[in-house]
């Protein structure tokens, strides 16, 4: 078994084979080919810490994945990261363990951002040119970064809920993002106002996007809500949406934006559109005014696209 | 993250303290104390193989353990061992894998014998002096060499479906408890009319074990039934016994010989004695013509205890 550490990890990253392997395993995952196990949630409620356990074959592949990943959220006030964890790479003919990648999240946070960049071109309008990212942690990093470059943005407008994180990553993103052109947005409504793509980021508990701000033609892929209780945007939202697309149905309804939208009725679950089935369907039918939603909550099949696809590289 | 391999868990087990860190994972698990997650299972049933992943922290530990555990039974045929996996050790108060131990299944395999020792000791009577094993692999030699050693019987009478591998396992049971006399019993039958404690460690799917075989007086140890359709107790069994210890009532009724006797009505689940709660009330009430039974699905929380013994000797 080999260990695999974050920088030689980061050294066998193919962002378009990941990109692609991702988009592949959504399509497969809608069409069934894909054995997903339900997540394994483990709490420390003393720690502010959680674990979950995340298991996923793609039908065909050589290997499957075991992914374990921590978040610990007392961990900064001791200098330590929150996020802690690695995807083991297992042999689906034997059984044996091949591999472990000591990626400390950096996997899940760029799987999870490339699902988005796949959401949000499925989802945005012909044209659209401002990006409006909300969020000041790593992952409103990684959202700006690789929209911006994979989707060909020139404007990213960001707002934070804390105004300082936020004015750092503007920092940050002119830096990273030359010929970019990226500024703080005094509110959320600002934002909106500016925005023709909005992407949400954050842990956030309660809305922080109302339906009211959103203009005609805006897409939305909102990544934060990633477990009971998370919500990002406003419920009435949904009822405005010609597509709600989901990355997985059944996560979503559980515990997404979705579920608190399927919760006051204002979408249905049989109104819900699989990313995958989005994928085979595109380009979906919109017109420059609807307004479309992504609910991305993370499945396990982007954890095994990802590490199929950077073990293959790594084992080459 | 330290890798440690087989070679180097096996010369940190202390076998002492881990039989008693697995008892006292027992008491605290029955007592509500450990918090364990549903088993994860994934099928190959191309390869013949499976995956499971079980969880667990046991309150008040500084770390908690993620096991991943392969069989694929067509391994053998290509020179390849069935079981392979390792346990992952986390810290419970900042979430950092600390140590992978590639145990190749088998700390999986020692901590399902030392359940054995632990439900057999308070199941048998005393004085009971022939110990019979069913079964004819790894399991059933470490049950015959654990109980034996363990709990001091000298007289051990063995069979298992393939007559072969039972005489080879005896040859090799005669070579590792010198001063126990160790045969092969001609049908499960004979197995029965001679032992006092009668341990069961196969794979079947059917039932080996007559009730009408066993005598008044013998306590029964089951360990095959891990998964929905293994059995290796005729059901009447139940029927006859004081007292039904299991290691997770949850799991026995679900998957173990327990579904089996609860599904034709034999035992009812509040009959059930869960392992911990037996441990507490020790010694059991039994007549010396009582039967008992065990019954051994094999829980994370044992996964954790050997673990977190092996563990703190390696960081010690």
């Not at 922080?208 to 939202?237: C, F, M, N, Y």
Request: proline share 5%.
């Amino acid at each position: 078994m080999r260990i695999v550490t974050k920088d030689e990890i980061l050294t066998h990253v193919d962002r378009p084979a990941v990109l692609a392997a991702i988009e592949d395993g959504f399509r497969r995952f809608a069409g069934g080919a894909v054995q997903v196990a339900p997540v394994v949630h483990l709490a420390f409620p003393d720690a502010t810490g959680e674990c979950h356990v995340k298991s996923a074959h793609i039908a065909g592949d050589d290997v499957f994945t075991v992914k374990l990943a921590t978040g610990f959220y007392g961990n900064p006030d001791r200098g330590l990261p929150s996020s802690n964890g690695f995807m083991a790479v297992i042999s689906a003919t034997t059984g044996q363990p091949l591999a472990i990648l000591q990626d400390d999240g950096a996997l899940t946070d760029l799987r999870t951002a490339l699902a988005s960049v796949i959401a949000t071109r499925l989802g945005m309008r012909p044209g659209a040119s401002v990006l409006g990212v909300v969020g000041a942690g790593i992952q409103a990093r990684l959202q700006a970064e690789l929209i911006s470059e994979i989707l060909g943005f020139r404007h990213v407008v960001l707002w934070g809920r804390s105004a300082d994180k936020a004015a750092a990553l503007v920092g940050t993103l002119a830096a990273t993002l030359p010929g970019t052109e990226v500024t703080q947005a005094p509110s959320p409504a600002a934002l909106c106002a500016a925005a023709d793509v909005i992407v949400t980021a954050t842990a956030s508990r309660e809305a922080i996007i109302r339906s009211h701000w959103v203009t005609p033609g805006a897409h939305i892929t909102a990544v934060g809500a990633d477990a009971p209780g998370k919500q990002e945007l406003e419920t009435a939202l949904f009822a405005r949406a010609r597509h709600v697309i989901v990355d997985s149905a059944a996560q979503c309804v559980e515990h997404g934006e979705t579920a608190n939208a399927v919760r006051d009725g204002t979408v249905a679950p049989a109104d819900l559109l699989p990313l995958g089935d989005a994928l085979a369907a595109a380009p979906l039918p919109r017109g420059n005014t609807d307004i479309t939603i992504a609910d991305l909550t993370g499945v396990a099949v982007q954890d095994a696209a990802i590490a199929n696809a950077v073990w293959s590289r790594l084992a080459a």
